[in-house]
């Protein structure tokens, strides 16, 4: 102990090096700076041993590593040394010359162990034995010190981080439970260890009693997401009071809930997990492998851990790579010059912003929490790196691709959705036992829909009778622990029930896709069974259902399905158009008949207002590739009024 002690005057005499909390107040002493400089010690035996298993690690050394070690933020490192900008695709530049470049772990690599779930896993056996020998030294002069300094906020938080770093999460949450210090940053160590420990519930909890202890300026800052969205969200977010933020967040954490038939709130706890962690490896100027001071990157690196959370791996680009950085950057720092790397399977549970400003009118397509299929041979973060992702402690989630129906009835709307059962190519196992319909119009009203259930080739349809009221609607498909669940979501404005209808008037509804393998479908029901999981067509014939309001059987009508190819166009192509030495891409076939006719035939759907539903085959064989949209027109004959007309795009990939 009194070694510690003497050996603390090295912080005293550089106020520098001293710890700090933001927010929390620490006073210095020789007990602190005896704990700061047995935990300094500790941090110098965890990088060397970090540096003597970079050969175990074995990680490949490419221009996309060396690129992402060196981080010029203005795109002026090239590998081969020559002059030229490659700007790093994922690049976050604050006020330092030192950046952040996280990126994706390569294709092409085993996935390591996660860092993030053993902060030794980087480290070869017997460096990890030696590491976790020397933590519990410190660990053990931690808990001297605490006992003559009780109530020590920075020797509290120290000794919890050390316990969780160390697998000790019993002791971690005994130790800050017990703890004595400042009520917010005893709560939110309480938070810390509970996430530690896959207590996403407690931990919320905890994380709400420090919220809740805090001044109103620094519950703001605290509880704020503005570094989770989007551009267009940010910029929103930034010209919001603190009352106003404080809604958006409460409409933010439940637009991000990773599945609603699971209330466990493990994202929400995992953000304020991140600024924990950030508090604590901060507290001192440097730890493991990077320089928290501002002047040397810190705020880039806060970002970062904010946005991704701790890097699964980092590969060490070596002593002449840092070498030279250091050169360009103009100083030297404590940051090791190494990437920070993630899995591919991370979750972007934010939606774009369109969706949180509208969440009843935003499709699926602002839901995506996948990465989507590569194309190219572009990296694969220059095609994909959202404003945030996470690593699910319960499983990975799929998301789906589907296709929704909302067909009118009297009284309410029947609601139709088909999910398909492939995703990055790969057929996926889904028990349909376990399929929930979930509707939700806001935080405190999130409902099961009692739904039926059918399966075909290729897709899992659900069905349920719902109100008119605008929701947002998925299937989920939750699976066990450690397993990979699966979902769709988007919101919904239905149209208004049959009731509404005036006197003499007609509707029609969307139309929908549906397997054509069969003869055409026998009914309504059948046809919504038949439903294609997506509005990507194969295959050499498809099958269209759709349902007109107010036209009696027997009703003289003219039917027309339509066929348009819509294509992005070049400038070159069009000259070549004038000039007649290419054709357009873009036309259309369509399909005419009257009814009633022999050969087509519709269903009467029972009800006060006339439904009759009909359904055609298509044959796509003689069509290219590419964008589509299906229309469907029917009207009285003879009459002059415009026909009814709905339409659906959808993308045909061949036969």
Not at 489 to 515: C, N
Request: hydrophobic letters at 40%.
């Amino acid at each position: 102990m009194l070694v510690h002690i003497a050996l603390a005057l090295q912080l005293k005499a550089d106020p520098a090096l001293q710890p700090r909390l933001e927010g929390v107040p620490v006073a210095t002493n020789a007990i602190t700076d005896a704990a700061g400089y047995a935990v300094l010690n500790f941090l110098t035996s965890w990088r060397t041993a970090w540096l003597g298993s970079v050969d175990w690690r074995g990680s490949s050394s490419t221009d996309s590593r060396l690129r992402d070690d060196h981080c010029h933020w203005d795109g002026s490192y090239s590998p081969s040394g020559g002059r030229g900008y490659w700007r790093p695709p994922t690049l976050i530049h604050r006020s330092s010359r030192r950046s952040m470049c996280p990126d994706w772990v390569p294709a092409d690599e085993q996935v390591p162990d996660d860092e993030r779930l053993s902060r030794d896993a980087s480290l070869t056996p017997e460096w990890r034995d030696r590491v976790h020998s020397t933590r519990s030294l410190l660990l053990d002069s931690l808990a001297t010190l605490d006992k003559l300094k009780p109530g020590d906020a920075w020797i509290t938080g120290e000794r919890v981080r050390f316990l969780v770093d160390q697998g000790q999460l019993k002791e971690a949450l005994e130790v800050a439970r017990s703890c004595t210090a400042e009520r917010v940053w005893c709560a939110q160590l309480t938070g810390f260890a509970y996430n530690a420990a896959r207590d996403y519930v407690r931990a919320d909890s905890a994380y709400d009693a420090a919220s809740a202890a805090m001044t109103p300026e620094r519950r703001c800052k605290w509880n704020s997401v503005q570094l989770l969205l989007d551009d267009k969200g940010q910029s929103a977010y930034d010209h919001m009071n603190c009352d106003e933020r404080a809604a958006a967040n409460q409409k933010f954490w439940w637009l991000t809930t990773p599945l609603f038939s699971d209330s466990t709130p493990d994202r929400r706890s995992e953000d304020f997990t991140r600024k924990v962690v950030i508090q604590l490896h901060s507290a001192l100027p440097w730890d493991e492998r990077y320089d928290w001071r501002d002047r040397f990157g810190g705020e880039a690196l806060s970002e970062m851990l904010m946005r991704y959370g701790w890097p699964a791996y980092s590969a060490y680009g070596g002593a002449q790579e840092e070498a030279s950085h250091a050169s360009w950057m103009g100083f030297y720092d404590s940051t090791r010059t190494a990437t920070a790397e993630y899995p591919m399977d991370r979750l972007h549970l934010v939606p774009a912003w369109r969706a949180m400003d509208d969440p009843f009118h935003a499709g699926a397509d602002a839901w995506q929490i996948n990465m989507p299929a590569l194309a190219g041979d572009e990296e694969p973060a220059a095609q994909w790196w959202p404003a945030e992702h996470y690593a699910r402690g319960a499983g990975g989630i799929v998301q789906l691709s589907d296709q929704t129906v909302m067909l009118r009835r009297d009284s309410d709307i029947l609601f139709a959705t088909a999910s398909g059962l492939k995703a990055g190519g790969k057929q996926l196992r889904v028990d349909t036992s376990s399929a929930v319909l979930i509707r939700t119009t806001g935080p405190r009203d999130i409902e099961r829909v009692t739904h039926q259930t059918f399966r075909n080739t290729s897709a899992i349809v659900l069905t349920a009778n719902i109100s008119s009221k605008p929701a947002i609607f998925g299937a989920e498909f939750p699976a066990p622990h450690g397993e990979l669940s699966a979902r769709t979501r988007f919101g919904i404005a239905p149209p208004a029930p049959l009731a509404t209808l005036r006197h003499g008037e007609a509707a029609i509804s969307d139309p929908v896709l549906i397997s054509a393998e069969d003869d055409a479908p026998p009914g309504p029901d059948r046809a919504l069974q038949q439903m294609l999981g997506s509005t990507r067509v194969r295959g050499a014939k498809v099958g269209v259902y759709w349902e007109t309001y107010g036209y009696a059987a027997g009703d003289s009508v003219d039917v027309a399905v339509v066929i348009s190819r819509h294509e992005p166009i070049s400038k070159v192509r069009r000259i070549g158009m004038l000039l007649r030495l290419a054709h357009d891409l873009n036309g259309q076939v369509a399909v005419r008949w009257g009814e009633p006719t022999p050969g087509h035939s519709s269903w009467t759907v029972p009800g006060v207002v006339p439904i009759q539903a009909r359904s055609i085959r298509l044959d796509l064989s003689r069509i290219e590739p590419g964008h589509y949209t299906v229309q469907v027109l029917v009207g009285k004959h003879g009459s002059t009024s415009p026909p009814l007309s709905s339409s659906r795009d959808f993308v045909f990939e061949g036969t």
